[in-house]
T-cell receptor, first 113, second 114 residues
Framework: EAQVTQNPRYLITVTGKKLTVTCSQN?????MSWYRQDPGLGLRQIYY???????DKGDVPEGYKVSRKEKRNFPLILESPSPNQTSLYFC????????????FGSGTRLTVV | AQSVTQPDIHITVSEGASLELRCNYS??????LFWYVQSPGQGLQLLLK??????LVQGIKGFEAEFKRSQSSFNLRKPSVHWSDAAEYFC????????????FGRGTSLIVHP
């Protein structure tokens, strides 16, 4: 089944403790993105990647890092999480010029205390 | 850069009534346009998309949307709403050429009364 898999689905952590949210897709898509979703703000793009080793900042990149060492994986790294990063995170992918829209993961609910 | 506005934060309809969710975009040319639905606790699912051709687009779950260039709009419609349609709906716009990375609106929450 074609899908985007995120892990974990739920995560509670403490301020300053580094964490990684994994994202993997099995569709050989070139493009992958991370979004955060907050009430009243909709989805805001954090980072995106157009292919292996090619990443760029989205609208709200501060406090986040990403890497794209393999085509299928696009982990989101929070080096020193803070409470304002408490949010619902989505990973998404699509193929180059796909015109078919994104395929989204199921989301990761992160709480930073 | 492209942008998209969903003017309605919440919409309440009765089951069986018709529905129209508004979406306005800003882009210098004809964009790619999408509607996504997010059911509670779920990720986003693509409902329909417009790229070119017929301006009335049919999607899944009985939804349709009409691209109106003169109004820079891409409103989502359904003739008869079911209780299971209660969800968050997002309009998105993508630029032609380049990365096709879409920009999302803030979403419209649909509440369905029995």
């Amino acid at each position: 089944e074609a899908q985007v898999t995120q892990n974990p689905r739920y995560l509670i952590t403490v301020t300053g403790k580094k964490l990684t949210v994994t994202c993997s897709q099995n569709m050989n898509h070139e493009y992958m993105s991370w979004y955060r979703q907050d009430p009243g703000l909709g989805l805001r793009q954090i980072y995106y990647s157009m292919n292996v080793e090619v990443t760029d900042k989205g609208d709200v990149p501060e406090g986040y890092k990403v890497s794209r060492k393999e085509k299928r994986n696009f982990p989101l790294i929070l080096e020193s999480p803070s409470p304002n990063q408490t949010s619902l995170y989505f990973c998404a992918s699509h193929s180059q010029g796909s015109l078919y829209g994104y395929t989204f993961g199921s989301g990761t609910r992160l709480t930073v205390v | 850069a492209q942008s998209v506005t969903q003017p309605d934060i919440h919409i309440t309809v009765s089951e069986g009534a018709s529905l129209e969710l508004r979406c306005n975009y800003s882009y210098g040319a004809t964009p790619y346009l999408f509607w996504y639905v997010q059911s509670p606790g779920q990720g986003l699912q693509l409902l329909l998309k417009y790229f070119s051709g017929d301006t009335l687009v049919q999607g899944i779950k009985g939804f349709e949307a009409e691209f109106k260039r003169s109004q820079s709009s891409f409103n989502l419609r359904k003739p008869s709403v079911h209780w299971s349609d209660a969800a968050e709906y997002f309009c998105a716009v993508g630029a032609r050429g380049g990365s096709y990375i879409p920009t999302f609106g803030r979403g419209t929450s649909l509440i369905v009364h029995p």
